[in-house]
């Protein structure tokens, strides 16, 4: 089988590329280009047909097609060929031979959709998505960038939200990630440290006491941390804002103990500077995250809105950290999981984000973790992927990426820039195996 995918057939006939035929034995061919001159007695044959003569055998017209058998069958030579309608008797995803399950493989789970604007890469994840519910995902996340798979995703059970900074759930690393932290010290640790104290401290507190405007309880914690010298947790109370404040400081002091307590006043009282610049970066998050939570479980269908924080950077320290944190959740819940990375050269763009996604990708397998890859251009995470290619309209990269293709690159960097709406190759192995969207 292996050979004969990918095994280029000529046929007789001019047929539009993307096309797809059957031979009279019923091999299956996807027509991937023409000949590019043209038959050596077509300008004789033509001026005999004009003439009105016969046109001897030799002569007779045959303009020749080339294309890529996609069956298991090979045509004889001679046989007749005809297009064909693909098989299709409702909308979803379909291959010469039928529907076909993308998310289900042996080999790389991981998908790379690449192709030009407009030529149905969301249409086809959203078959996807609806295939990954029936099929038995049991999370199913989206990382929305254009608000576009709201529709889909209440369709299958599920619900479009904005991303939450689950501030009790985070990891420090997450921490770092969400206040910019990461990107902007140079050595974080102390300033992780505060951070970690800070959190650990807030979410004791609100274990033990209702609070009802988070934003402002985690500001007023904030000016406690930053007059913890100062402020004795033992002290009676003058107000209500008071009751947080100091109430926040005796949670510190519980979490850390006295001992390292105590020395953490000392140490603020040196680093006044640092521990403010942490309080800041934090508030920040604090203050522009959508949504902040204690607490968020993972639902298991879910589009992350991110559109909102496109616009001037390429990804905020928010959209990052709540990744981080979907990717980590995702490994340590071992659940079959589908994740959808909408522009993916978009996150690569960042160096965090970037490593993230990487570790994530090499890993995600071992953890039942699918991913799918979106994008319009080629980029560098193609490896550990299957690359399902539609139309790409510029050559270079359409010749980029047919090198990828296991058989007849030069036969698909000619067909890529030629399909339409809905029409992909798969590179499926040893195979390509083309596909349609069917709506
Ligand atoms: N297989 C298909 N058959 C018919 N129409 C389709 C098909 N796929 C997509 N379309 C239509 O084409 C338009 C663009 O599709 P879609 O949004 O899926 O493209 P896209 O590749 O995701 O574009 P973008 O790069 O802008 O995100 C939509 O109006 C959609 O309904
Ligand atoms: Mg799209």
Same mark, same amino acid.
């Given at each position: 089988?292996?050979?004969?995918?990918?095994?280029?057939?000529?046929?007789?006939?001019?047929?539009?590329?993307?096309?797809?035929?059957?031979?009279?034995?019923?091999?299956?061919?996807?027509?991937?280009?023409?000949? $590019?001159?043209?038959?050596?007695?077509?300008?004789?044959?033509?001026?005999?047909?004009?003439?009105?003569?016969?046109?001897?055998?030799?002569?007779?017209?045959?303009?020749?097609?080339?294309?890529?058998?996609?069956?298991?069958?090979?045509?004889?030579?001679?046989?007749?060929?005809?297009?064909?309608?693909?098989?299709?008797?409702?909308?979803?995803?379909?291959?010469?031979?039928?529907?076909?399950?993308?998310?289900?493989?042996?080999?790389?789970?991981?998908?790379?959709?690449?192709?030009?604007?407009?030529?149905?890469?969301?249409?086809?994840?959203?078959?996807?998505?609806?295939?990954?519910?029936?099929?038995?995902?049991?999370?199913?996340?989206?990382?929305?960038?254009?608000?576009?798979?709201?529709?889909?995703?209440?369709?299958?059970?599920?619900?479009?939200?904005?991303?939450?900074?689950?501030?009790?759930?985070?990891?420090?690393?997450?921490?770092?990630?969400?206040?910019?932290?990461?990107?902007?010290?140079?050595?974080?640790?102390?300033?992780?440290?505060?951070?970690?104290?800070?959190?650990?401290?807030?979410?004791?507190?609100?274990?033990?006491?209702?609070?009802?405007?988070?934003?402002?309880?985690?500001?007023?914690?904030?000016?406690?941390?930053?007059?913890?010298?100062?402020?004795?947790?033992? #002290?009676?109370?003058?107000?209500?804002?008071?009751?947080?404040?100091?109430?926040?400081?005796? #949670?510190?002091?519980?979490?850390?103990?006295?001992?390292?307590?105590?020395?953490?006043?000392?140490?603020?009282?040196?680093?006044?500077?640092?521990?403010?610049?942490?309080?800041?970066?934090?508030?920040?998050?604090?203050?522009?995250?959508?949504?902040?939570?204690?607490?968020?479980?993972?639902?298991?269908?879910?589009?992350?809105?991110?559109?909102?924080?496109?616009?001037?950077?390429?990804?905020?320290?928010?959209?990052?950290?709540?990744?981080?944190?979907?990717?980590?959740?995702?490994?340590?819940? $071992?659940?079959?999981?589908?994740?959808?990375?909408?522009?993916?050269?978009?996150?690569?763009?960042?160096?965090?984000?970037?490593?993230?996604?990487?570790?994530?990708?090499?890993?995600?397998?071992?953890?039942?973790?699918?991913?799918?890859?979106?994008?319009?251009?080629?980029?560098?995470?193609?490896?550990?992927?299957?690359?399902?290619?539609?139309?790409?309209?510029?050559?270079?990269?359409?010749? $980029?990426?047919?090198?990828?293709?296991?058989?007849?690159?030069?036969?698909?960097?000619?067909?890529?820039?030629?399909?339409?709406?809905?029409?992909? #190759?798969?590179?499926?192995?040893?195979?390509?195996?083309?596909?349609?969207?069917?709506?």
């Amino acid at each position: 089988m292996i050979g004969v995918h990918g095994r280029v057939a000529r046929i007789a006939g001019f047929y539009r590329p993307g096309a797809l035929l059957e031979s009279e034995s019923g091999a299956r061919m996807l027509v991937v280009g023409r000949r $590019k001159a043209l038959h050596p007695h077509f300008m004789e044959a033509l001026r005999l047909a004009r003439d009105g003569e016969p046109v001897p055998a030799e002569h007779e017209v045959v303009s020749v097609s080339r294309a890529l058998i996609v069956s298991e069958q090979v045509p004889e030579p001679g046989e007749r060929v005809r297009e064909v309608e693909w098989r299709a008797e409702r909308p979803g995803v379909y291959g010469p031979e039928g529907e076909v399950n993308l998310l289900k493989h042996e080999g790389i789970p991981h998908v790379t959709i690449i192709a030009s604007t407009g030529m149905g890469k969301t249409t086809l994840v959203k078959m996807l998505l609806r295939q990954a519910a029936s099929a038995g995902f049991r999370h199913i996340i989206v990382l929305d960038m254009h608000d576009e798979y709201g529709d889909v995703v209440r369709e299958l059970g599920g619900e479009a939200a904005p991303p939450v900074l689950p501030l009790c759930d985070l990891t420090d690393h997450e921490l770092l990630a969400a206040t910019g932290l990461l990107r902007v010290a140079t050595s974080p640790i102390r300033m992780m440290r505060y951070l970690r104290y800070f959190v650990r401290a807030f979410c004791r507190l609100a274990e033990k006491t209702e609070i009802e405007n988070l934003r402002a309880a985690l500001e007023r914690a904030g000016d406690a941390m930053l007059l913890l010298d100062v402020i004795s947790p033992d #002290a009676k109370a003058l107000d209500e804002r008071e009751t947080l404040t100091r109430e926040f400081i005796r #949670a510190l002091r519980d979490e850390l103990g006295p001992t390292a307590f105590n020395a953490l006043r000392e140490v603020v009282r040196k680093d006044e500077e640092r521990m403010a610049a942490t309080m800041m970066y934090l508030m920040w998050a604090v203050e522009h995250a959508p949504r902040v939570e204690l607490h968020w479980e993972l639902p298991d269908i879910v589009a992350i809105q991110l559109l909102e924080f496109r616009s001037i950077f390429a990804m905020s320290d928010i959209a990052l950290a709540v990744m981080s944190y979907i990717f980590r959740r995702l490994m340590e819940l $071992k659940e079959p999981a589908l994740v959808v990375i909408e522009e993916a050269p978009r996150l690569l763009q960042d160096e965090t984000a970037r490593r993230n996604l990487e570790l994530f990708l090499s890993q995600a397998r071992k953890f039942g973790v699918t991913a799918v890859l979106v994008s319009q251009t080629p980029h560098d995470l193609v490896q550990n992927t299957r690359l399902v290619l539609g139309r790409v309209q510029n050559v270079a990269w359409a010749r $980029k990426l047919a090198e990828l293709a296991p058989q007849m690159p030069g036969e698909l960097a000619r067909l890529l820039p030629q399909l339409g709406r809905g029409e992909f #190759a798969h590179l499926d192995g040893q195979r390509v195996v083309p596909l349609r969207v069917i709506v």
